[in-house]
């Protein structure tokens, strides 16, 4: 009766009145069971000083914390993500498994096969150890626990291990403090990997799951190359897939949708960017349901990757490839969410283009998105469509069918890079009709650059839409070149020009603004080749020519300049 009042009256939100009416009570009527509904209560409102000093008040009443009271306490302790502001809380939650460990080592004398002896609270006090960045601590108590403590380690212990060593925060630290952490974590991943691997051997019934092998994988992901090298032999031996030229294994752990996505980004890390294209590839042949959209955004990086070092066009119609298989399944399923396409896959396949000058994929891609035909906007079909500027579309139904400025940013690089003026045209016009709207992102003066990331998706469009527009400036200058024997401008050319001093506009706008960082899968895509390119009809070899970072509005002047940002 008194445990479901005091829950009642907790659930309710008068937990400072439980907590009043448990102390009023008689000692008799009281247990650990009440007291555990209390500070169990106190953990949900996230009272956490309250809930340890009932905790103690508890003790001084003479009560003797169980096993289940320590694991809700700590149960309820690892909910806090950022244990910055919480440092007298972590000395008291060490003190609390260390009350644990000295009550274990009690219960052990007595009985070693008791229920009360359990992992759980040195798990819990692991997890909040490595999300509070006390690494030092946790392997103390790591080491304690395999050598005198009550209770040795199991798989999970080693799994939150493994688990906190792959999220120790590096995103403000240099590259070269980067590249030490890592291989630091990923030396401590292997160690941890070799206690693993002999539990398992001394325990039969004790079994790898796809959990540990991911965390294991994600720790190496951070290392030096000998630990990539490492890492496919795990995925080797424990999940069957090979390298190129090996010959698969027997699965012996089952690989599952967030250990597949593990092992495809490993190639990312690692820039074995051909190993992740070929684990994909296996997959499809053998467990396609498998993949999601996920999966494929992955394998479309490694692409654009690629693309990077080759200087034939090699990657941009693999990645075509991947894309229509994806919206093939998507179709097959149903339009099933986990299969839907994203910008960003488009984004990707746009990505391998621009780096080859991939203008025929860049038109087939833009078709697929949006639904109009490329050929609508060549220059025959445009004379002989005067009276009506945009031609029809059929806009495909239940996904995304708007580029969005990276998409765009990424068409105009390749017109560019293709230096056929015919092209430029053709790119121009497709810019005007899907492109009305010039604006940059809402609430980006707010915005934190340092936040680099492919989420941050304000920060992403802002440097996008900013060299999208100095892109389509460098294309209109090109498309209609200031000459003094000319009369006049065509219809069209008056709008491209219009077009050209919008496009200004948002540059100069940006300018004014905090400079963007760059966006993450930009920087993390190797061989960047951002020239501005010689323009001629039939796109001759193209020519570098010089560049600038600045951009004014000189429509006026005599001679507009060439230019490119970033």
């Known amino acids: 009766m008194l445990g479901r009042r005091l829950m009642r009256m907790c659930t309710d939100g008068n937990l400072d009145e439980a907590v009043t009416y448990l102390q009023s009570m008689p000692l008799d009527a009281q247990n650990v069971q009440v007291w555990t509904i209390l500070i169990s209560g106190a953990l949900r409102a996230e009272r956490y000083q309250l809930a340890y000093r009932l905790y103690i008040d508890m003790k001084r009443r003479g009560f003797t914390a169980d096993l289940r009271l320590y694991s809700v306490i700590m149960s309820g302790l690892v909910t806090i993500k950022d244990w910055g502001p919480y440092g007298k809380l972590l000395q008291q939650v060490g003190q609390l498994h260390s009350n644990y460990l000295e009550y274990a080592n009690i219960i052990k004398k007595t009985d070693p096969e008791s229920s009360e002896l359990s992992t759980l609270p040195t798990r819990g006090y692991i997890r909040i150890l490595g999300r509070a960045g006390k690494h030092e601590e946790m392997w103390d108590v790591l080491h304690f626990m395999e050598e005198t403590g009550p209770l040795p380690p199991d798989l999970i212990t080693y799994h939150l291990v493994l688990e906190a060593l792959g999220h120790r925060p590096m995103l403000r630290l240099s590259r070269e403090a980067q590249t030490a952490l890592g291989a630091k974590c990923a030396s401590q991943g292997k160690l941890i990997w070799r206690q693993i691997l002999k539990y398992v051997e001394n325990n039969p019934s004790a079994q790898l799951d796809s959990y540990t092998v991911s965390a294991m994988l994600n ?65 499809v042949e053998t467990q396609p349901a498998l993949i999601d959209s996920g999966h494929v955004e992955v394998v479309l990086r490694a692409h654009a990757s690629l693309a990077t070092l080759n200087s034939d066009d090699y990657e ?26 994203r910008p960003e896959h488009f984004d990707l396949v746009l990505c391998c283009c621009y780096r080859t000058a991939s203008w025929s994929v860049a038109t087939h891609t833009f078709e697929i998105l949006t639904g109009y035909r490329a050929a609508d906007f060549a220059d025959d079909a445009a004379a002989a469509r005067i009276e009506q500027p945009y031609p029809p579309r059929d806009p495909p139904s239940k996904r995304t069918h708007h580029p969005d400025p990276a998409f765009l940013s990424h068409f105009v690089r390749t017109a560019l890079h293709t230096g056929d003026l015919a092209i430029v045209r053709q790119c121009l016009r497709i810019v005007q009709c899907v492109h009305r709207r010039w604006e940059l992102p809402e609430d980006f003066k707010n915005l934190d650059p340092e936040a680099n990331s492919r989420f941050n998706v304000i920060n992403n469009m802002r440097f996008y839409t900013m060299r999208l527009a100095s892109d389509v400036i460098t294309l209109i200058d090109a498309a209609v070149p200031k000459d003094a024997v000319r009369d006049g401008y065509s219809d069209e050319e008056k709008r491209w020009l219009r077009l050209r001093k919008t496009a200004v506009a948002i540059f100069q706008e940006g300018l004014h603004l905090k400079r963007p960082s760059t966006p993450f899968l930009v920087e993390n895509l190797l061989g960047q080749r951002d020239d501005v390119l010689s323009f001629t009809e039939g796109g001759t070899a193209p020519v570098e020519r010089q560049t600038y970072s600045d951009v004014e509005d000189d429509s006026d002047s005599t001679e507009r300049r060439q230019h490119i940002w970033f």
């Not at 090298?229 to 999940?239: E, Q, W």
């Not at 960017?273 to 070929?278: C, G, I």
């Open 316 to 341: 941009a119609p693999r990645a075509l490839d991947k894309l229509l298989w994806l919206l093939k399944e998507w179709a097959v399923a149903g339009h099933s969410k986990r299969l839907e396409p």
């Open 219 to 283: 720790v190496l992901a951070r290392g030096t190359p000998t630990d990539a090298l490492l890492a496919a032999d795990v995925i080797r031996d424990f999940m069957g897939l090979a390298k190129p030229g090996e010959t698969p294994k027997p699965a012996i752990v089952q690989l599952e949708s967030f250990t597949f996505q593990r092992i495809l980004e490993l190639g990312i890390y690692a820039r074995k960017y051909r190993l992740t294209v070929h684990y994909f590839d296996q997959v």
